[in-house]
């Protein structure tokens, strides 16, 4: 059994602020028992990509070697949790990167995931600031269990979700900023599918409110499901800040898996076509 978390909340106006209720919900997490937690996407920030503005560039930092992991490394280290941290990457000046940081319980930085695929529609004017991701899906083996991490847009394709489960995957965090209208009818039905289809438990992170950037209206709905497609508890506040804490059976894993041997019943040789340009 490990106890998880999730962390949706509202733009405090700048960085500091964000990254300072950050670290208050990570020791409020840590109080509550959870031996993991992760935050939404690009959790420091607004969600700039509401706008193509090259001032917002400054957010980038460097992975691992920049101040906010570094800065957290700390913190994980003292509450002795696993924080998964999606922030904004330089690897260099004008190659930038969507990207999760993954930090285990001692403190140590165990690797990180680039966001795939990158939209670029109103609102999300996201190929303006990053590049696709080009670090496949890791799987990190972590003091509370295997995690893998997919991050928003990701998840409205299946192909990651199945390459995360053939990798062991036993929890999948899916860190978003996702708004009222646009995918509002999607965000109860494809984590849950993406859990039930690849066995593994999903936890879906969504940010709150209306920033200053544009009309985009998140509405958090924060919450774990397990591979039977059940919400674990009940979900988050559509308007509110909130910490989700739920306790997660990995065991049960294995009796579902040993149910439906999706995996042992796949037919890798017959998919070719889908690797076609």
């Given at each position: 059994m490990i106890r998880a978390a999730l962390f949706q909340t509202a733009w405090t106006g700048d960085k500091e602020s964000m990254i300072q209720v950050h670290e208050q919900a990570a020791r409020d997490a840590a109080a509550q028992g959870a031996q993991v937690l992760c935050f939404q996407e690009l959790f420091y920030g607004p969600y700039f990509c509401q706008v193509q503005d090259k001032a917002f560039y400054e957010y980038a930092e460097r992975i691992p070697e920049g101040p906010t992991v570094r800065r957290f490394q700390s913190l994980a280290r003292e509450l002795g949790i696993v924080l998964v941290l999606p922030m904004y990457e330089e690897e260099q000046p004008g190659v930038l990167y969507n990207t999760a940081a993954v930090i285990d319980a001692d403190g140590s930085y165990l690797g990180k995931y680039r966001k795939t695929h990158i939209?670029?529609?109103?609102?999300?004017?996201?190929?303006?600031?990053?590049?696709?991701?080009?670090?496949?899906?890791?799987?990190?083996?972590?003091?509370?269990?295997?995690?893998?991490?997919?991050?928003?847009?990701?998840?409205?394709?299946?192909?990651?979700?199945?390459?995360?489960?053939?990798?062991?995957?036993?929890?999948?965090?899916?860190?978003?900023?996702?708004?009222?209208?646009?995918?509002?009818?999607?965000?109860?039905?494809?984590?849950?599918?993406?859990?039930?289809?690849?066995?593994?438990?999903?936890?879906?992170?969504?940010?709150?409110?209306?920033?200053?950037?544009?009309?985009?209206?998140?509405?958090?709905?924060?919450?774990?499901?397990?591979?039977?497609?059940?919400?674990?508890?009940e979900v988050a506040s559509d308007k509110e800040t909130e910490l989700v804490v739920r306790d997660l059976d990995l065991a049960g894993l294995r009796e579902v898996r040993d149910r439906w041997q999706f995996y042992r019943d796949r037919a890798p040789g017959a998919y070719t076509p889908l690797t076609a340009p």
């Open positions: 939209p670029q529609v109103q609102g999300f004017w996201e190929k303006f600031y990053f590049r696709p991701g080009n670090s496949g899906w890791p799987v990190f083996e972590t003091a509370a269990g295997r995690i893998g991490v997919y991050i928003c847009y990701d998840r409205h394709f299946p192909e990651g979700w199945r390459a995360l489960g053939l990798a062991g995957a036993e929890i999948v965090f899916n860190p978003s900023a996702t708004s009222r209208g646009l995918s509002r009818y999607l965000w109860q039905l494809e984590q849950p599918a993406a859990a039930v289809a690849n066995e593994y438990f999903v936890g879906a992170i969504n940010r709150v409110g209306v920033e200053d950037l544009g009309d985009n209206d998140f509405y958090g709905t924060t919450y774990f499901v397990d591979p039977e497609a059940q919400f674990v508890g």
